[in-house]
């Protein structure tokens, strides 16, 4: 199964300090493997519940979903107790896995077309920077060709192109 990272953080951009944290990963449906190793397998709608470590980081073992007969993807629950008791959170994500695994970041489709009618619009006021087109491009997000690391350097790498996701 491939794995997907990531961080969970307070919004201050800290580990949830005192706060024990859960996400809780769930197929929007029951799935029907169409390719790779074992095609006709079916893939209930059973949770998957993963506890990041102390710093916030995690590591989740889902099945792909882009392999799959029908559109699947995973709808996300961050559970936490704090002193208020148990508390959630219910982000209008379609989380799509590939079977390459990676960052949470790259399989989060936001809003129409790639994201189906579902999910959450795609933040436009946020500017992509990197030499090589990004594989979370949204429709409407700016791409620029450049390199993050030196971004006033014109010698030939940075380009000063902007593209725009379609």
Request: overall charge negative; proline content about 7%.
């Amino acid at each position: 199964m491939p794995a997907v990272t990531g961080s969970l953080r307070d919004l201050v951009g800290a580990a949830m300090a005192n706060r024990q944290g859960v996400l809780v990963f769930r197929p929007n449906e029951a799935m029907v493997q169409a390719a790779t190793t074992t095609p006709g397998t079916i893939h209930a709608t059973a949770e998957v519940r993963v506890t990041p470590s102390s710093n916030g980081e995690f590591t989740a073992n889902l099945t792909a979903t882009t392999v799959m007969l029908n559109d699947c993807y995973y709808t996300l629950r961050i559970e936490w107790v704090d002193g208020a008791g148990g508390q959630m959170d219910f982000p209008n994500w379609q989380i799509r896995v590939t079977t390459s695994g990676g960052h949470i970041g790259n399989y989060i489709s936001l809003g129409p077309p790639q994201g189906g009618w579902g999910g959450s619009l795609p933040n436009l006021s946020l500017v992509l920077m990197s030499l090589t087109f990004p594989d979370n491009l949204q429709r409407g997000q700016l791409w620029w060709k450049t390199d993050p690391d030196d971004p006033q350097n014109y010698n030939g790498r940075n380009t000063g192109e902007i593209h725009r996701g379609v």
